[in-house]
């Protein structure tokens, strides 16, 4: 089944201890939607300006993406320049030019109105309230935001999150988000402000699944715990949370239901997807995987953490 | 099977935002002896003052701690004071005074070198390589250690590590003792000094173990992900390490043979009794725990953690 998602596509350039890249295709849509693209089908709402050429759409035509929703504006693409030293935990922001992304007016295009999961990537609440109300009957609303929205936006983010089923966010986000430090009572206290479930990304050490009690048909109220695979080289690690959110929702809109399963396997898929991006500069490995490369690695994932894992 | 286990038996006046208590009954080898109770024999190595009561030691004995290697000396019992605020994970120290455990010069009783698996609580590492030298045919040895030692006795450390099977030490410590910021690159610098295999505590993230080519039979040489169980409420964190410890070390010595599934399985039941530590100031939660509580908190971790692990 089909996701619409609504994001930034762009131009990163990125300086990481294993060198140096200058605008390489980027932003949260895009690592998402070739992400997601193993799983199903992926639609795409953004806009990009005229420095974005027929090679840079041919890496979303590729894998199959439609970007009949990807507007073309006068001027440049959003363009952010940023830079990870240390443990590449957390990015340094050098530069973000908004450029075509400032007067951003998201449309969807009729062919796109059947979408059944529709993906919110971390953009202005505002834009994101808007798609939502215009997307009234999918079945299905997962979103992502970040710090600087809950900060400084926070009243027009709770209008999102009042009508979301999934909400992507960190650890320091969810506590920023709920003032409270206990991460158990931080998400329910987020999960308070509409989300029926709260996926909580560690970084390295994997992510947290929470569930209220709106939560999906037969799912248990405990959390669960899904790992990150330890990795001995992280090359560049921008768009790892958006692919991250790729391979979680792509796997569940290629599923039939919503299960409490499905939702685990589905952050495994998502874990995944992060470790792959995270091996070559920008988009390059989210290009080139294969489904047999997917397979081993979930396998592996599953290996690291079950107690019967072990094998292959 | 024995474990033998060198550290400390202290008093400990704590902070937390839950309340405060003062003199109460602390110490690695305290936490990680009772811990350990549950599944095993244990014998303890530790040095107390006169304010060490036959009710303090009624603790240990009520757990079948063997108490003869407590050693009284005239004076105070080590005494420690600590602090914790918001979101718990680190302790402020406040004061050590190290009284009795100053002039600590550990003595193994005869009847106690037949113990098959032994444990070096953080303390000082010459005292940890003296013990370790006193009990050369064990048949595991299993160590603590803490930045203290890394940043200012490192050469000392270095002479336990040579000869450690089993290191336990947290994600901080890892990369500050190999000098290496990504954890994979710095565990396996770490197993490069001595240790087999490293088990590294994350906190409220778990813990990763990771194996050398020197590993134990069959162990297979990828990491292993153990969760931790989000709580909602934790009133002290102190000794939780330890508890870990104690449950992860005190399975493996009632396992007949430490295989990699056995491995596997400790890493849990150490979160298990880590979780139960916190629970309430001190080790009161250890004195009372019940083995059928033990059972139901280890399928609890693996219904968290599982893909299959629905259900409970």
């Not at 693209?37 to 300006?49: C, E, L, Q, W």
């Not at 958006?242 to 898929?269: C, K, M, N």
Request: hydrophobic share 45%; net charge negative.
């Amino acid at each position: 089944m089909s996701i619409l998602v609504v994001g930034s596509v762009a131009f990163d350039s990125i300086e990481t201890p294993h060198g140096k890249v200058d605008h390489i295709l980027g932003g949260a849509a895009t690592h998402f939607s070739l992400a997601a693209s193993y799983f199903t089908d992926v639609r795409v709402i953004a806009v990009v300006g005229e420095d974005f050429t027929p090679e840079h759409e041919a890496v979303f035509t590729k894998r199959g993406i439609d970007t009949d929703g990807i507007e073309r504006a006068p001027g440049l693409t959003f363009h952010w320049t940023g830079a990870y030293s240390g443990s590449l935990n957390e990015a340094q922001t050098l530069g973000t030019d908004l450029n075509v992304f400032a007067a951003f007016e998201p449309k969807i295009p009729e062919a796109y109105l059947d979408s059944e999961y529709l993906f919110l990537a971390n953009i202005d609440p505002v834009l994101q309230a808007r798609v939502r109300a215009q997307m009234p009957d999918v079945k299905l609303v997962c979103g992502d935001t970040m710090n600087y929205w809950i900060a400084d936006h926070v009243e027009k983010l709770k209008v999102v999150l009042r009508d979301l089923d999934v909400l992507l966010i960190n650890d320091g986000e969810t506590r920023m988000l709920a003032g409270e430090n206990n991460i158990v009572r931080a998400a329910e206290k987020v999960m308070a402000m509409g989300p029926r479930s709260l996926v909580v990304k560690h970084g390295e050490y994997g992510a947290t699944a929470f569930f209220s009690d709106r939560s999906f048909s037969g799912a248990a109220s405990r959390p669960f715990r899904a790992p990150a695979l330890p990795l001995a080289e992280v090359v560049d690690p921008t768009g790892a949370g958006d692919s991250f959110a790729g391979g979680f929702y792509g796997y569940i809109a290629s599923q039939p239901e919503l299960t409490p399963a499905v939702f685990r396997t589905a952050l495994f898929y998502g874990g995944v997807m992060g470790s792959f991006a995270v091996e070559r500069f920008g988009t390059e490995r989210l290009q080139s995987v294969t489904s047999e490369e997917i397979n081993t690695r979930f396998n592996l994932f599953r290996e690291i953490s079950h107690l019967d894992g072990l094998g292959g």
